[in-house]
Nanobody
Framework: QVQLVESGGGLVQAGGSLRLSCAASTRTFSSYAMGWFRQTPGKEREFVATIDRSDGSTYYADSVKGRFTVSRDNAKNTVYLQMNSLKPEDTAVYYC????????????????????WGQGTQVTVSS
């Protein structure tokens, strides 16, 4: 069982930055691909970014590419999402998620593959 706790959300003006953190309670953090997703009312939860369990490879949704950066610190069991140049359309509840990533595979964008989820943190970008 992996427990995930997000932090760092809040209210920011358009063009500003926020850094989300997600702490994982597991001794095998480096076995898990970590993803960030977001959701607004009435919409499906959508992929934002994911990072490989060990080699640092990252993948992004087109809507955030060049503005958001996902990173992880396996020694601290933590994954981060640095969000720059924020736009009002980035307003959402942001969730981190994890799944056991088999060796020699790339991390997936498919939210149904993620077994573990945090409680979410609200990000609001004002215009």
């Amino acid at each position: 069982q992996v427990q995930l706790v997000e932090s760092g959300g809040g209210l920011v003006q358009a063009g500003g930055s926020l850094r989300l953190s997600c702490a994982a309670s597991t001794r095998t953090f480096s076995s898990y691909a970590m993803g960030w997703f977001r959701q607004t009312p009435g919409k499906e939860r959508e992929f934002v970014a994911t990072i490989d369990r060990s080699d640092g490879s990252t993948y992004y949704a087109d809507s955030v590419k060049g503005r958001f950066t996902v990173s992880r610190d396996n020694a601290k069991n933590t994954v981060y999402l640095q969000m720059n140049s924020l736009k009002p359309e980035d307003t959402a509840v942001y969730y981190c998620a994890a799944y056991f990533q088999r060796p020699l595979t790339i991390p997936t964008r498919d939210r149904t593959r993620y077994n573990y989820w945090g409680q979410g943190t609200q990000v609001t970008v004002s215009s």
